[in-house]
């Protein structure tokens, strides 16, 4: 599903974000990605949406090199990918309904059929009622679930949060991580960023563990095989 | 491809979003297109001024009781004339309301004629400089004439200082017209700073560039069409002050650069400039890396 063949990044000569990365992840796989603050994690997750082109090394996702995409075909690319950031990135001046519904909207999906795909994924996040409300009449948590639902949408074969959890109290977190959870276990591979160890021990998912942009052997592994085939693993939510 | 219904719907809500920023943006834009306007306007009537039929050598201004008939025949003998032209009261008059309409209709209430006849006198290219003076002088002595007077010189400079306001005017207009729309393209960026993170989310969210830009170039040249509307408002009305403000205080000079307004061409003229800059100012400020 995705690899990374000797990948690296750099901003400027002396800068070395990712350095020489190389890593599986499977169709289906939920993996973590940690390390400590400027390890990596998010130039990780920006190679992956091709928000940056890696400086060198390759990139497959579904056996595409998407370091070589024309920027023309980087937009189709990204409708396939979901994303959900820490700082949620939601557009103020719209509402829930129209920022889940923005990319149906620009391909002139009919009014009714944006709002029942909306609809949908807002009952997933358990937000159905929050449709026509704005982002800033929510709380962190709801816009969290905003985000993402508005990356579910397009049902999306990878899923890529960065810090998704970091702005939020640990009872949200872990309510963010069920739907994570959820999504993973449809079958959508979901690659989280995160540096809460303790989270990391609950869910018992596959680590990858970068170290000043290295990928390093990962301490807090337990499984090896793709987790969208096993039973999902212990979770305290109550 | 993206939908019209699309690009519509999210202009609209960019200019609502932002609805003191808009009207700040239509504001500048109005008075950026107003300043050139203001100068079209003056240098439109300077030229109608000399763009008029050619001036006369020398005008004879008559006794109404005169034989204009008579006098008009003894100019004609001399070898050096071209034409000669008998105006009449109410010709003189006609020719005001035409020259300017504005100010023509604050003549209607006069019971007399205001202009006395008058014959103008045209002579040969091939004319001696200074005939117009000699034909007037001799006038002068004639039965019937009142005012003898030669335009000769007075048409001459006229024209030529006409001719160098006009070229200044072009060129100064130029330069303001192209300020405008540097003025229409920063006040478009203004806008767009607001919208910067979003047209980042777009981005990340994968929507096209053209989805990203579209409805910013519409909305911005919807600024500059409401802009460039504002400010042919505003000269109107500045025009329409101005004649009322001369139909009170009639003023030798000014009345004749406050004649008329632009025509419906240079009018529409004005909110298409303004869409352009709009347009043209969105699409410097909306790069690829904005």
């Not at chain 1, 990780?44 to 995409?69: A, C, H, M, Y």
């Not at chain 2, 005939?131 to 002068?140: D, M, P």
Request: proline letters at 5%.
């Amino acid at each position: 599903m995705i690899q990374l063949f000797r990948v690296s990044k750099e901003y400027g000569r002396f800068r070395h974000a990712l350095a020489d990365v190389t890593c599986t992840i499977e169709r289906g796989e939920f993996v973590f990605l940690t390390g400590p603050s400027g390890a990596g994690k998010s130039t990780f997750l920006k190679l992956l949406f091709r928000d940056e082109p890696p400086t060198s090394g390759q990139i497959l996702v579904n056996g595409r090199n998407i370091g070589v995409l024309p920027a023309s075909q980087i937009p189709y690319f990204r409708r396939s990918v979901g994303v959900v950031f820490q700082d949620f990135k939601l557009i103020r001046r719209k509402s829930v309904f129209e920022n889940i519904a923005f990319v149906q909207n620009v391909l002139g999906l009919s009014r009714a059929e944006q709002k029942r795909r909306a609809y949908q994924v807002l009952k997933r996040v358990g937000l159905h009622h929050q449709m026509n409300a704005f982002p800033d009449e929510l709380s962190g948590g709801e816009q969290q679930r905003v985000a993402i639902a508005r990356a579910i949408v397009n049902e999306p074969t990878l899923l890529l949060a960065d810090e998704p959890t970091g702005n939020l109290d640990p009872v949200l977190s872990e309510e963010i991580m069920r739907l994570f959870l959820e999504i993973n276990i449809r079958g959508t591979t979901v690659l989280v960023a995160t540096h809460d160890f303790d989270l990391i021990r609950r869910m018992g998912k596959r680590v990858l563990s970068l170290d000043r942009g290295r990928l390093r052997d990962a301490p807090l592994r337990r499984e090896s095989a793709p987790s969208a085939v096993r039973e999902a693993p212990f979770l305290p939510l109550g | 491809m993206v939908k019209p219904r699309y690009i519509f719907g999210e202009a609209w809500s960019i200019a609502r979003s932002g609805a003191r920023q808009t009207l700040l943006a239509v504001g500048l834009i109005a008075l950026s297109l107003y300043v050139p306007a203001l100068f079209a306007l003056l240098s439109r009537n300077l030229g109608r001024l000399s763009s008029d039929a050619e001036a006369p050598a020398a005008v004879i201004t008559l006794d109404p009781a005169a034989d204009r008939r008579e006098i008009a025949r003894k100019v004609a003998e001399d070898p050096r004339v071209r034409e000669v032209r008998i105006v009449s009261s109410d010709a003189a008059l006609a020719r005001f309301r035409r020259a300017y309409p504005e100010l023509g209709a604050a003549l209607g209430d006069l019971k007399e004629a205001p202009f006395p006849p008058t014959i103008e006198v045209r002579v040969r290219p091939a004319a001696a400089r200074g005939a117009g003076t000699a034909i007037a002088a001799a006038a002068r002595a004639w039965p019937g004439v009142e005012v003898a007077e030669s335009e000769e010189e007075i048409g001459r400079r006229f024209a030529d200082g006409v001719r160098i306001v006009r070229a200044a005017g072009l060129a100064l207009g130029g330069v303001l017209v192209l300020a405008a729309i540097l003025s229409v393209a920063s006040a478009i960026r203004l806008a767009l700073d607001l919208h910067r993170d979003e047209i980042e989310i777009m981005r990340l969210m994968g929507a096209t560039e053209t989805a990203v830009r579209a409805p910013f170039w519409l909305h911005a040249t919807g600024e500059g069409l409401a802009g460039g509307t504002l400010a042919l408002l505003l000269l109107y009305a500045t025009f329409r002050l101005g004649v009322s403000y001369l139909a009170r205080t009639p003023h030798p000079v000014l009345s004749m650069f406050w004649g008329s307004f632009l025509d419906w061409r240079g009018a529409a003229l004005m909110p298409l400039i303004g869409a352009a800059a709009g347009l043209f100012g969105s699409m410097i400020s909306l790069t690829r890396r904005t």
